[in-house]
């Protein structure tokens, strides 16, 4: 599995070290949140909101640079928007990921 990394945010920043850290405090702050509502939205089954869900961490998957994992993410967020949850374990497989990351940064 991929591993997340700062690339994108290093390419954004032109070497601005406070703009990278800020992006990086953002991302810190909002993701346990989204994580904790997609939880929420899917284990009510609410499938359009876990959808909405997916479609807010996708931005953050991006972020990430975890190009297949996003392409993953697409797929599971088209799968919920038809009412079925193919692509679940994956996608919490990456959110994991994008935790342990976290805690490391």
Known sequence: MEQPNLSYIYSMSGGDKAFEQKLIDIIKNEFPAEKQVYFT??????????????HKLKHKISILGLEKSYKLAQAYETNLLENTKVGHLEFEAVLKIITEYLKQL
């Open 41 to 54: 939205n899917f284990e009510a089954e609410n499938f359009k909101a876990t959808a909405e869900s997916v």
